[in-house]
């Protein structure tokens, strides 16, 4: 009988500090930054290392695409004759020397073909900045209203833990006094146990659903707080989301498409011009 009491109060202080340890990290929390919907779409849309490398390959074609539309710079050349010869060819008195001036000119609008080529390359890199952009601000949104649900399904679960506490307190109190069994005891701990464990692991998914978050905009910390109205009350009908109604012929994805389809077009232009040789005009 002893052993079996005292083993239950290894169990039920073990459970107790477990508990309290839990609460002391919610109370840490409360001390952190508090984001917005906004502010997190915002830190996303400006930090994010996809959205900053679609970016990128938009200046990248951008270079290009100017690189493309540009003459072929001219070259200078120079030849030098009767030098280091023998006799009157010894030294550099009667050395001659040659300079040259070339312009490869460019045939059959070549030019402009590759600048259409390069432009359809920029619109298609920035439609995929585009698609990547919206991704994200789905994403954020997403994971936003996914924190808010672990928040409140943990106020419920902080409301039952503490029952249970106190609960399996009145049976151990009970148990003491003679008034009712040992083995309600045990049970009132297995439930707590129980309840413990979901706790532990709701607090679990609320920091990984954050760092998650984090990530989003290119961080690693969750040390941060959200806004914490009713999930109902959020107002989804952002700009974004009014802008992505009713306009299936704007999306992204298929300009992408269509973009692909009139390049694949261009290059095969440019190829049958490509065919056609320049000409090289110097002079010296």
Known sequence: MNRSFFAILFVFVFLFSGLQTGL???????????????EALEKAQNNNPKLNAARQRIAI??????????????????????????????????????????????????????????????????????????????????????????????????????????????????????????????RAMVELASVQTSHKKLIRELETARYELASLWGETTTEFNLETPEISNINLDSEFYSDCKNRISEHPELKIANNKVAKAKAQSILAKAQATGNFEFAMG
Request: hydrophobic letters at 35%; zero cysteines; proline letters at 3%.
């Open 24 to 38: 002391a990290h919610e109370d840490e929390n409360l001390n952190y930054p508090v984001i917005t919907l906004k």
């Open 61 to 186: 074609a951008e270079g290009e695409l100017k690189q493309a539309g540009l003459y072929p710079n001219p070259e200078l050349g120079f030849e030098v004759e009767k030098i280091g010869g023998n006799g009157q060819y010894a030294g550099t008195g009667v050395m001659e020397t040659t300079f040259e001036v070339s312009q490869e000119i460019v045939t059959a609008n070549k030019l402009r073909k590759s600048s259409r080529v390069a432009k359809l390359d920029k619109q298609i890199a920035q439609h995929e900045a585009e698609l990547q952009s919206l991704a994200l601000k789905l994403e954020v949104t997403k994971k936003y209203i996914e924190i808010l649900s672990i928040f409140e399904i943990l106020e419920i679960e902080n409301e039952y833990l503490n029952l249970s506490e106190r609960n399996a307190e009145a049976v151990r109190k009970k148990v003491q006094a003679g008034e009712i069994p040992l083995i309600d005891e045990t």
